[in-house]
């Protein structure tokens, strides 16, 4: 599965699922562009590590995924700095719980302008480049919360079934073409945003342990009651861009402990 000389975009992806994404893409050659809103040293450092590690080109370019002009200036710089691109995962995201009639609209607006509308922007900027080329993949980290709905969370709900929709509408728009479009949807993963959530379900569960709080309350849905891995997200991200998945879009791959099966 070498992707060597391919480049790759990945937002959000100094940490958690993004960062086990380039990770695996940067292992298997890809020349590897990481992307946060911060900007700080830190965010440097680790596209200088990947690099190193790997023997690849990796640069960080910021953008503020909840900025329409953003979104597209990231891959306009890539494209510019690497000449193309051959791999776009969307895969920044926030979250935030609250019932529907006291959501913030301002957490609505922004969880719906970072986790739907930059897939939108990045994907519109990067598909004229791709069909030229005549090859290309774009991977959208959805969510099981893209195929399922739970209470408290409209927003990202709403977001996440926006995404598959965006992602089915892409891949028939560029079937033919040698551009793919598809979704995996995780269950939970333990990454520093469901984190959050838990510490944040303790507080309405006193008397629970961490241990009966992640089994009882937040892996109700997911029946293997353990949590899938960052990398076993980047594993379906990278089968997805490989050869095998070229008859492949339009998709969703769901990694989630049966949470969708029933």
Known sequence: MSFSGKVAVVTGSTSGIGHA???????????????SFS??????AIADR??????VEARYIPADMSKPEQCRALVE???????SIDILVNNAGIQHVSPIE????DKWDAIIAINLSSNFHTTAAVIP???????GRIVNIASAH?????????????AKHGVVGLTKTA?????????????????????????TQIQDRMKEHEGMDREELVRDVILEKQPSKQFATVEQIAGSVMFLCSAAADQITGTTISVDGGWTAA
């Open 21 to 35: 994404i380039a990770e695996a893409l940067a292992g298997e050659g890809a020349r590897v562009v990481i992307n």
């Open 39 to 44: 900007d700080t040293e830190a965010d440097r």
């Open 50 to 55: 990947l690099a190193k590690a790997h023997g």
């Open 77 to 83: 710089r890539t494209a510019a700095e690497f000449g």
């Open 102 to 105: 006291d959501f913030p609209t």
């Open 129 to 135: 480049g791709m069909k030229a080329k005549g090859w």
């Open 146 to 158: 893209g195929l399922r709905a739970s209470p408290n969370k409209s927003a990202y709900v709403a």
């Open 171 to 195: 891949a028939l728009e560029l079937a033919g073409s040698g551009v793919t479009a598809n979704a995996v949807c995780p269950g939970f993963v333990l990454t520093p945003l469901v984190e």
